[in-house]
């Protein structure tokens, strides 16, 4: 970078950069200082408060709802990042060559991404309901049920409609970067595997994934962070029952703050959520900085 | 359309291959056809489906399905919704928020992309730094603090406030993709025009803009995509129905707070909530893809 100039005076690049640095401020750190202390208090939503110092995460030890929303969210996260990452790469493979349709294929793929889960879990909710939804006259015409399911209100069943709705919803994140990365493979190196008579799985055994081992890694960061924050679709589906047994951890922190108004044991719980995902964004840092 | 740099490399059907690579060529032409196909179904027929369902009146939507009445389409459903208020407010209050929040990211962003890519001062690194590390809190775990904190600044209830908040969220993927923007800016064009006596922002205004461009319509497009569909925030921190935003909205709509529940007003507000990002990424789809690449891949 060069060094502060007359036509580049460090007081206007000073002056450039202190609104973002504002925002940041105060709406990230601010409010992360203020989680920490909120966390040591028993702050109710109304009402007075006092400093209870580490009691609400001593609390959270013996917490059931805490632990069985974080049983959830680990179990949500295991049933779906492997089939995104999967789907994402055959897809990936299907559209990466600029054949005829691929343009159209790519765009196809990655529309529920844009879409984004809280408008594909509104027309979930339609498409769930017994006897008349999409799900169901579907598995009607195939002949594997009578396509009376409930589907929201029993926990396995909705548990497992919802992961087919992310499968299918983020999988374009993984396609595009997969894409992306595939692209950027030199062809003589699937080419003289070609001419050793290698086949599709060979290739990409031996070429592919070990030379997208970085965006592959990428790829599973991001989903799992995103599985670890999942909210909108199981507030939207099941509101996170029946009982409390679809609810994952943002959810259980949102219900704990503004349902039950216990907001230190709730703010105790999301500083626990945060020093998780900051150490799976930590490692997805380092392992991106390995690659300059 | 999708950025690719390499020409096509696989043959069509119109070049024949070489006669050894024949048949397997074909075998794959057959199963790429195959393939695309079955995935075009998978990822459209849902989409076409909730295209028709918002167009289907309530009694046939909760119905089981019966040939003679299933494909009785009408715009019943968009003019319930119009005449009854609530949503056509929220599409208001939400292209507002999604409209603010794009303006005043990408100001932002530009702005500071333009200080940490082109100026050299005390702190640049650590500042560029802070910024990139709020990528790692996320907002959903800092939602408590921020709604007390929202609410002792008069921000909760006020679009204006779920404006700020948003743009803040969006922030680290604008300045990083503004940064790099400017850095590829050539140093002898910017030097040339504040040595002829232009004043910063005229610099950035006149001779810099066209190379930023594209970086700010990414960040303008994902900003205002983020905050179109966003939920969680909205749901918090607004509380007056006047002011709920198109999500949100719908979730009255789900649970029949505007009166009964009506299905066929559900799909038709999804519809609409779908409708801004099927064209906008269809449209500025090299933006949306060309900001993935540098924001994710290069993290």
Known sequence: MKTATITHPSRTGVALVSPALAFVAVFVLAPLVFAIYISLTNWPLIGSFHFIGLDNYAALGRDTAFWRAVLYTLIYTAIVTLPILVVGYLMAVLVRANRRGSTLLRTVFFLPYVIGLSTLSFLTVLEAQPDSGGFNVLLKALGLTDGSTAWLVNAPLATGLICVLVIWGVSGLTIVLLVAGMQGIPAELYESSEMDGASWWDKERRITIPMLRRTIAMSLILSVIGSFLAFTQFFILTQGGPGSSTTPIVLAIYQRAFVQLQVGSATAMSIVLIVVVGLISAAQFWLLRERD | ?299
């Open chain 2, 1 to 299: 359309m999708v950025t690719t740099t390499r020409p096509a490399p696989a043959r069509t059907v119109d070049q024949p291959a070489p006669a050894v690579t024949h048949r397997r060529s074909n075998v794959k032409i057959v199963l790429y056809v195959v393939a695309g196909a079955l995935s075009l179904v998978v990822f459209v027929v849902p989409l076409l489906w909730a295209l028709m369902r918002s167009l289907q009146p309530n009694d046939i939507i909760t119905a089981a399905p019966k040939m003679s009445t299933f494909f009785h389409l009408t715009w019943d459903n968009f003019r319930g919704i119009a005449q009854d208020g609530h949503i056509p407010r929220a599409v208001l209050n939400s292209l507002i928020v999604s409209v603010g929040t794009a303006v005043l990211t990408t100001l932002l962003a530009t702005a500071a992309g333009y200080g940490f890519g082109r100026f050299r001062f005390r702190g640049s690194g650590a500042a560029f730094g802070l910024i990139i590390v709020t990528l790692m809190v996320p907002f959903q775990a800092i939602l408590t603090p921020l709604f007390l904190q929202l609410n002792a600044m008069r921000l909760t209830d006020s679009l204006l406030g779920l404006v700020l908040f948003y743009a803040t969220v969006n922030l680290p993927f604008g300045v990083f993709v503004m940064r790099t923007a400017f850095a590829a800016v050539p140093d002898a064009l910017e030097d040339a025009a504040l040595i002829d006596g232009c004043g910063t922002l005229r610099t950035l205004t006149s001779v810099l803009r066209p190379l930023i461009v594209p970086g700010m319509a990414t960040t303008a497009l994902y900003a205002f995509l983020a905050a179109w569909t966003e939920f969680l925030g909205a749901l918090t921190f607004l509380t007056r129905q006047d002011l709920y935003t198109l999500p949100v909205s719908l979730v009255n709509l789900q649970q029949g707070a505007y009166g009964q529940i009506n299905y066929g007003f559900l799909s038709a507000g999804a519809v609409i909530a779908m409708i801004p990002c099927v064209i906008l990424f269809v449209a500025l789809q090299r933006f949306y893809v060309a900001g993935l690449s540098a924001g994710a891949v290069k993290g």
